[in-house]
């Protein structure tokens, strides 16, 4: 079966400063998202990703999907307090079945 | 922006006894869905709905678990018989049946669920 690997699986930055997390799939990958969640307001799309070597930017944060399809990263820029949260990446297995990585929780330090 | 309502937001409730989760998807949406997440592991997926039938379920969605849509606006997840295991936040998603969207679950804040 098909796992999600995250790194950190913690990190503490200085606001400003920018930061990438990564996601590993043990298989490739046949499309890739990326959700944040905060406590109490469930889990929020950031971003999809289809196709080897695609890259997405919303705001400061921008994710990519390597040319293999076997891993991906989110990069914040300039990190702010309101990035702190838990980030995690998803890969469909069809028929809106989504596996999660184990998140990688952030905090930004003002 | 549309979003995807959950009630409760938290119960507790006595091992053994009926709890039924609602959910109330974005109104375009056809397809729905329920994931869990046990506090400390990874968010997991439950069952998808679609056209009043379910069309995929986990190996963790057995016999006590059961989903329906009563009328039309309502997505609603029961556990018989609930198990000091089954303590969890309990998330539904919905998305679009085509377009850009089909892909992208929209999920709701959660239900946590505690049993005692």
Not at chain 1, 16 to 23: A, E
Not at chain 1, 91 to 107: N, V
Not at chain 2, 5 to 13: E, F, L
Not at chain 2, 53 to 81: A, H
């Amino acid at each position: 079966s098909q796992e999600l690997e995250q790194s950190p699986q913690s990190l503490i930055v200085q606001e400003g400063k920018n930061l990438t997390i990564n996601c590993t799939s043990s298989k490739t990958l046949y499309g890739l998202y990326w959700y944040k969640q905060k406590y109490g307001e469930g889990l929020i799309f950031l971003m999809m990703l289809q196709k080897g070597g695609e890259e997405k930017s919303h705001e400061k944060i921008t994710a990519k999907l390597d040319e293999k399809k076997q891993q991906s990263s989110l990069h914040i820029t300039a990190s702010q307090p309101s990035h702190a949260g838990i980030y995690l990446c998803g890969a469909p297995l069809g028929g809106g079945k989504l596996i999660f990585g184990q998140g990688t929780e952030l905090s930004v330090k003002p | 922006e549309p979003e995807v309502t959950q009630t409760p937001s938290h119960q507790v409730t006595q091992m053994g006894q009926e709890v039924i989760l609602r959910c109330v998807p974005i109104s375009n949406h056809l397809y729905f869905y329920w994931y869990r997440q046990i506090l400390g592991q990874k968010v997991e997926f439950l069952v998808s709905f679609y056209n009043n039938e379910i069309s995929e379920k986990s190996e963790i969605f057995d016999d006590q678990f059961s989903v329906e849509r009563p009328d039309g606006s309502n997505f609603t997840l029961k556990i018989r018989s609930t198990k000091l295991e089954d303590s969890a936040m309990y998330f539904c998603a919905s998305s679009e049946a085509r377009g850009p969207g089909a892909n992208v679950l929209t999920f709701g804040a959660g239900s946590r669920l505690t049993v005692l």
